[in-house]
């Protein structure tokens, strides 16, 4: 498929005053760069437009205080959108977003936001609400936001536990086998003292009679190979205890990975292809849970499309 031609327009001829209005220039790309060297622009508009990705440049124009989007075919924000921190009316109608990126929840000043026309995934459309007027509207903006920034808090919650839970499986096994080479060094260095005791004997008896040297020669060399025998049989068993207790740990791990992938295979079947059923399974939920479970799928939802769209999109040139 050919790649589309970038639409070139003369910003500098669209700037008037603090506002800079691109509306109806078939553009497909955002002239970044022009409009960030206008200092006094805090006012864009680019509705109308073929635009379907902001690129990842659009988050240095942290002065705008209200931006225009509307009737484009923007499939997703950038990761980290909430950076435009001075943002207090945004318009998203009718475009193509699915849902939010985590970090929308830190537009703590956002005061209007429109996204009627999208088709959002089931979960965060009942938070953003219908926004047929300038009050839903508002309180649109506000709960997004909140709602948002409260699933950004669990999920650095749950990444923090994953990150503790995934260093004590890696360091458990290490730990064991360090406990288990204490008695291959006792069994050494019993060996090396019954060799010692061995040649301090024969120094000692040096002066005995033939018959008390031959005796102790033949005793010497038996209670040495009891005592190398029962080293070699302890250090066999402390390298089976090791051997175990680490195939314990990668058969553990391995379960877990297991069930994770079942687990993202029956969420993304429900979620993605299926959100009906997903809607029938939630009236089961008791009412005191069922915050919290919808908080934790939608996390893990929004993580594995934000996933799966930055490997479909290619990078945009800026």
């Known amino acids: 498929m050919p790649k589309a031609e970038k639409v070139k327009v003369n910003v500098k001829e669209r700037v008037d005053d603090n506002v800079c209005d691109l509306s109806l220039s078939g553009i497909n790309e955002i002239p970044v760069r ?18 379907t990705s902001l690129g990842k440049s659009f988050i240095t124009l942290t002065r705008l205080v209200k931006v225009d989007l509307s009737k484009n075919q923007i499939r997703y924000l950038p990761e980290e959108f909430g950076l435009l921190r001075n943002l207090r009316h945004l318009d998203l109608y009718d475009n193509k977003l699915e849902h939010l990126p985590l970090s929308f929840g830190n537009l703590t ?21 219908f926004c047929l007027t300038t009050k839903e509207c508002q309180d649109s903006a506000r709960n997004t936001v909140k709602f948002l920034n409260r699933m950004q808090a669990e999920a ?22 360090g406990v288990e080479e204490k008695p291959l060094e006792n069994a050494k260095s019993k060996k090396s003292t019954a060799k010692k005791a061995k040649s301090k004997s024969k120094k000692s008896n040096t002066n005995n009679n033939n018959n008390d040297i031959s005796t ?4 010497a060399p038996t209670n040495a190979n009891n005592k190398a025998t029962k080293s070699k049989r302890h250090g066999n068993g402390a390298a089976k205890k090791s051997a175990s207790k680490s195939s314990t740990a990668l058969t553990t791990v391995f379960t877990f990975f297991i069930l994770l992938a079942i687990n993202v295979v029956v969420i993304y079947m429900i979620m993605f292809k299926n ?7 939630v009236e089961f939920i008791p009412h005191q849970y069922r915050d919290w479970i919808l908080t934790k799928t939608e996390i893990f939802r929004l993580r594995v499309t934000d996933w799966i769209s930055e490997f479909r999109t290619p990078p945009q040139e800026h």
Not at 158 to 176: H, V
């Open 156 to 177: 650095e919650k749950a990444k923090e536990q994953y990150k503790l839970e995934a260093l004590t499986i890696a360091t458990a096994p290490t730990e064991d086998i």
């Open 275 to 281: 959100p009906e059923i997903a809607d029938r399974l």
């Open 216 to 219: 102790e020669v033949k005793i």
């Open 109 to 129: 000043n956002l005061r209007y936001l429109d996204l009627k026309g999208n088709p959002l995934t089931p979960a965060l459309a009942k938070v953003v609400g």
């Open 34 to 51: 022009e409009i960030a060297s206008f200092k006094r622009v805090t006012v864009l508009d680019l509705s109308s437009n073929c635009i």
